[in-house]
């Protein structure tokens, strides 16, 4: 079996890098060229075998994080799944997008920002068909980590 041609800490530099797409295509094309460059399949792969890490996404992205200054974002995104029977995680969530119910995969994620640039610092897929805690609950969790690290309490 070949080696991986990436691992979690490329893909959570594309993460803090990127602006606007989020994608293993994205990410691959963000890659540097050379000839063991990965595509997006290894991108895919490395999402598929690990387990999501949300501290590694934290002690990457705290440094950037100015703890005294910026806004903290809590984005609930639906990744739509139109065509999906039997995919885990997809159920009905309201799309603001689409303004309707939409089958999908429910994103929670949590970005920092100082008006030019957000750093996403925490992420949770919402699974509402496993009888997972309310969304809002999710939310308070995922806000405990930028607090543990003294962004002032009058953000929240």
Not at 13 to 28: G, M, Y
Not at 42 to 63: D, G, H, I, V, Y
Request: overall charge positive.
């Amino acid at each position: 079996m070949n080696p991986p041609k990436c691992d979690d800490l490329d893909y959570i530099h594309f993460l803090i890098a990127a602006q606007k797409f989020f994608t293993c295509t994205e990410a691959a094309r963000c890659a540097p060229e050379g000839k063991n460059a990965p595509a997006h399949n290894a991108f895919t792969r490395l999402l598929s075998r690990k387990p999501s890490n949300t501290e590694a996404l934290w002690q990457e992205a705290k440094e950037f994080v100015d703890l005294q200054k910026g806004l903290l974002i809590l984005d609930d995104t639906t990744l739509d799944k139109p065509y999906a029977r039997k995919m885990d995680l997809v159920t009905y969530h309201w799309s603001s997008k689409h303004q309707r119910v939409v089958k999908g995969i429910d994103l929670l994620t949590l970005l920092w920002t100082d008006g030019k640039s957000p750093i996403p610092c925490d992420f949770r897929v919402y699974g509402k068909p496993q009888g997972e805690r309310p969304k809002t609950n999710t939310f308070k969790i995922c806000s405990r980590k930028p607090r543990k690290g003294a962004l002032s309490q009058s953000m929240f």
